[in-house]
């Protein structure tokens, strides 16, 4: 999809305000993640591959946080050749101008795998006979203190032998390499030709919205509530994906 390019903080701000994934983000958002998130292709990439591995027939898929639909065409690309019986892709934000655009994307594709867009919180959705759950960069969006009641919800909604998909920003543990990590990101960005001003207006908006835990409090937290396999699958820099399972 070719998108306008993301200019939202090339001019200086009187006041930086917090992120919101409004019109203007939406308008921009490909070209935004993909000149933001380090692997974010080759993240798309391992969802389509995994949810081939994990999907079960008579089960649903939920996206959570799905912005313009990517993870979600990823999923049913996966399972496009081959697919379980009876499949449902359920794709959800809480953004409306999201889910619109979304969905147009969405019916640009043909599929005889079902998807159902709803705009909702995350928080107050229902999660049921879910074989594959994808949280392609959202769950760093939940307050901080909620994340594990939300996770709980997911663990419950999931079947035995269900998989979460966490993609996330996460901070290491020194500060010292938390430090490189987060200069090794902002080279990227400037690579992909982000100015300094784009650069920390940005981190500005996102530093009150967006708390990222350590990859170590994501396992601990998946263990916790019951998941019974954990592997981190993709990292680079201060951006990871991990996979997590329900016992069978
Ligand atoms: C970084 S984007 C996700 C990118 C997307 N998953 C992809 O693969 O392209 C985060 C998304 O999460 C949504 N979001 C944040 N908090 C949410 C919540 N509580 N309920 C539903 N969606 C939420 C935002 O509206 C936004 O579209
Ligand atoms: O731009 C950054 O520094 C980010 O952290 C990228 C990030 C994310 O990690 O989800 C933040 C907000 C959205 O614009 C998309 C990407």
């Known amino acids: 999809m070719t998108t306008p390019r993301d200019a939202i903080y090339a001019e200086p701000l009187a006041q930086v305000s917090d992120f919101v994934f409004d019109e203007r983000v939406v308008e921009v958002f490909p070209d935004m993640i993909n000149r933001s998130v380090p692997g974010y292709q080759s993240i798309l990439h391992g969802i389509k591959q995994l949810t081939r591995h994990y999907?079960?027939?008579?089960?649903?898929?939920?996206?959570?946080?799905?912005?313009?639909?990517?993870?979600?065409?990823?999923?049913?690309?996966?399972?496009?050749?081959?697919?379980?019986a009876a499949v449902k892709i359920i794709a959800i934000d809480n953004s409306q101008a999201m889910i619109e655009r979304a969905e147009r994307h969405i019916e640009g594709f043909r599929s005889s795998i079902p998807v159902q867009l709803k705009c909702e919180d995350i928080q107050a959705s229902e999660f049921d006979s879910a074989s594959v759950i994808?949280?392609?960069?959202?769950?760093?969006?939940?307050?901080?203190?909620?994340?594990?009641?939300?996770?709980?919800?997911?663990?419950?909604?999931?079947?035995?032998?269900?998989?979460?998909?966490?993609?996330?920003?996460?901070?290491?543990?020194?500060?010292?390499?938390?430090?490189?990590?987060?200069?090794?990101?902002?080279?990227?960005?400037?690579?992909?030709?982000?100015?300094?001003?784009?650069?920390?207006?940005?981190?500005?908006?996102?530093?009150?919205?967006?708390?990222?835990?350590?990859?170590?409090?994501?396992?601990?937290?998946?263990?916790?509530?019951?998941?019974?396999?954990?592997?981190?699958?993709?990292?680079?820099?201060?951006?990871?994906?991990?996979?997590?399972?329900?016992?069978?």
């Open 55 to 84: 999907a079960q027939p008579d089960s649903n898929l939920y996206d959570l946080g799905c912005s313009l639909g990517a993870a979600t065409l990823a999923m049913r690309q996966g399972l496009e050749s081959d697919a379980p």
């Open 134 to 248: 994808v949280m392609n960069f959202t769950l760093q969006f939940i307050p901080p203190e909620q994340r594990q009641h939300l996770l709980e919800r997911i663990y419950a909604g999931l079947k035995p032998g269900g998989v979460l998909i966490i993609a996330e920003k996460f901070k290491h543990p020194s500060t010292a390499m938390n430090e490189t990590l987060i200069d090794l990101h902002h080279e990227f960005k400037r690579a992909n030709g982000y100015s300094e001003l784009e650069i920390s207006q940005k981190r500005a908006a996102i530093e009150n919205i967006m708390k990222i835990d350590t990859l170590e409090t994501h396992r601990q937290r998946l263990q916790t509530i019951g998941f019974s396999e954990f592997a981190i699958w993709f990292q680079c820099y201060n951006f990871a994906a991990m996979l997590a399972q329900k016992p069978q």
